[in-house]
């Protein structure tokens, strides 16, 4: 009996063995599998040109020669490149006599298949030459006679040219004699005569179309727009790659369509509006604000049911609610005109009790106006600010009249009502008017300074607002009459110590106007398109020898500058 150790020996040596043939095993399996792909898979094919082997049978056998023939004799002419048409007759008849012996004999074997298939595309390659030229005739005579506007023969010219295309790409003809892009071309040309009278038909609507809209026949020309929109459609739909297709010009007609559908409410809305005006015209405004009321619901109804029409037009919608919120504001519109006239007259006679009574009223209607009429024209924005300022000043309204009718002098050898002010404008007057002072050099006595151009004209605009009268900046020619000819003092560099002085600190002149030269050069009247203005009289800055020549110099009108001021002139 075997003695344990042995017995361990034995079963390791068993489990190694096990090891080793598992090992070798999966190596043969490999090994196999290498070879099976090795030698599987395509094999190589032989090079040489297949010949027409050597048949049995006798009559076969001369039937095959004789397509061997009729071929030598096809294949000296193209060898020698001088095709010739018996030529070209011998490949046609070796094809037929090929394809006679495939058919009687179902025996031939694959080189006699290969070599019917062989003569067929040289015979399409020969044919297709001669198609080559026929085919570039046929076009080129197609497309002369489409520009003549012969298009029926032209259709005759370019779809037998398409149909001998067509052939040539279909055939086993060389590739070098297929022409795909001439075959598109031919295409579309052949669509294009076909689309032809569809197009001459739609040309002819809508010159009838136009001729009937310009004419106002409405009905006719809503007719003969459909006729020429559905030809479009057409064109676009059937023949979509030729040139007479065009998406745009369908909608395009569709507008029309649409417009014409909408020229009556348009009609419609414009004799409404213009019955509007004439009654506002005539003061009927109830009457008036009812048809323009009417004439915006219809040209609503157009904008929403007709968006394509040419009568759309929300500005109209905009323009007749104008128009009737104007009417509806007349009354009241007036009301405030007539109230605007009475203050103007009441402040210019200097009644200011008068004035201050109608201004308590005028305010409530002005503001009345613009929250229920917001639109009317008769909303003067200018207007509202004027009463707003009025109305703020209504208890100084005594006391600014007289800080300026108490130095106001009439001109030298003037006719009518125009009177200056005989000194510069006062700190104290620019304060109380405008609620601003910009002077650099402050003092309530002292003349106002660094105003610019607009400042002076903004003052002068407060100010006819609260005396009822025209007040403006002088001319250069006013304030020469104001200097007069005789003595001539002013402020200047040698004794104003480099800054302005007191109104009328210095003595008047004879007409008794005081500081229109020196002290402060002031601004003149301008046009109001230009950008520049002049200042009269020259300043403290000035020599005496400069100020006894009357100096006047040209400045931008935004120029602010501390020795610049500025008087008034009131009408």
Excluded at 65 to 87: G, N
Excluded at 194 to 222: S, Y
Excluded at 438 to 452: E, I, Y
Aim: aromatic share 6%.
């Amino acid at each position: 009996m075997a003695s344990p150790r042995f017995k361990h020996r034995q079963e390791a040596f068993w489990q190694s063995a096990r090891l080793w043939l598992l090992a070798g095993s999966g190596l043969a399996a490999l090994g196999g599998l290498f070879y099976i792909l090795a030698t599987a898979g395509p094999k190589r094919v032989s090079q040489t040109t297949p010949v027409v082997t050597t048949v049995d049978d006798p009559a076969m056998a001369r039937l095959s020669e004789e397509v061997d023939a009729l071929e030598r004799v096809y294949r000296q002419a193209a060898d020698a490149k001088l095709p010739t048409e018996e030529a070209n007759a011998s490949l046609a008849k070796a094809v037929e006599k090929q394809k006679e012996l495939l058919r009687t004999y179902s025996k031939a074997g694959l080189d006699q298949s290969s070599r019917l298939t062989r003569l067929e595309s040289e015979l399409a390659s020969v044919q297709s030459r001669d198609k080559v030229t026929q085919i570039e005739r046929l076009q080129l005579d197609g497309e002369e006679l489409l520009s003549a506007g012969q298009a029926d023969a032209a259709g005759i010219k370019l779809r037998e040219a398409l149909r001998l295309q067509k052939e040539i790409n279909l055939s086993s003809a060389s590739s070098r004699y297929k022409n795909y892009v001439r075959e598109t071309a031919l295409t579309q040309a052949v669509a294009a005569v076909e689309a032809a009278p569809l197009r001459q038909e739609k040309e002819a609507a809508l010159a009838t179309a136009r001729l009937a809209a310009g004419e106002q026949r409405w009905a006719d020309a809503l007719t003969a727009y459909t006729v020429a929109r559905d030809a479009q459609t057409r064109l676009n739909r059937e023949y979509g790659r030729t040139r007479y297709a065009d998406l745009s010009e369908a909608d395009r007609l569709g507008a029309e369509i649409e417009s014409l559908n909408a020229a009556g409410i348009a009609t419609d809305i414009q004799a409404k509006a213009q019955a509007g005006d004439k009654a506002m015209a005539e003061g009927r405004a109830p009457a008036a604000a009812a048809l323009f009321a009417e004439a915006g619901a219809l040209q609503l109804q157009v904008n929403q049911n007709y968006p394509r029409s040419r009568f759309v037009s929300s500005q109209l919608i905009e323009n007749l609610e104008i128009k009737r919120q104007t009417a509806l504001s007349f009354e009241l519109a007036e009301s405030i005109a007539q109230l605007n006239r009475e203050i103007g007259m009441h402040l210019g006679k200097r009644q200011v009790v008068a004035a201050d009574q109608q201004l308590a009223l005028i305010g409530p209607k002005i503001e009345k106006l613009a929250s229920e009429f917001p639109k009317s024209s008769r909303l003067d924005s200018e207007l509202r600010i004027k009463f707003g300022y009025l109305a703020l000043r209504r208890e100084n309204l005594r006391a600014l009249q007289d800080a300026v009718y108490g130095h106001l002098l009439p001109l030298p050898g003037v006719e009518g009502e125009r009177q200056m002010l005989a000194r510069e404008l006062p700190q104290s007057l620019y304060v109380l008017v405008m609620n601003t002072n910009p002077s650099r050099n402050p003092g309530r006595a002292l003349p106002v300074d660094s105003v610019s151009w607009s400042d002076a004209q903004d003052f002068c605009q407060r100010m006819s607002w609260l005396l009822g009268r025209t007040v403006r900046l002088p001319t250069v020619e006013e304030f020469r009459l104001a200097l007069g000819e005789g003595e001539r003092v002013g402020w200047d560099n040698q004794n104003s110590e480099g800054r302005s002085h007191d109104a009328s600190s210095l003595k008047t002149n004879a007409n008794g106007f005081a500081d229109l030269l020196g002290n402060l050069a002031e601004w003149t009247m301008a046009q109001a398109e230009t950008d520049q203005a002049a200042v009269f009289g020259g300043s403290y800055l000035d020599t005496p020898q400069a100020l006894a020549k009357v100096p006047l110099e040209l400045r931008l009108k935004r120029d602010r500058a501390r020795h610049i001021g500025m008087r008034i002139v009131v009408e």
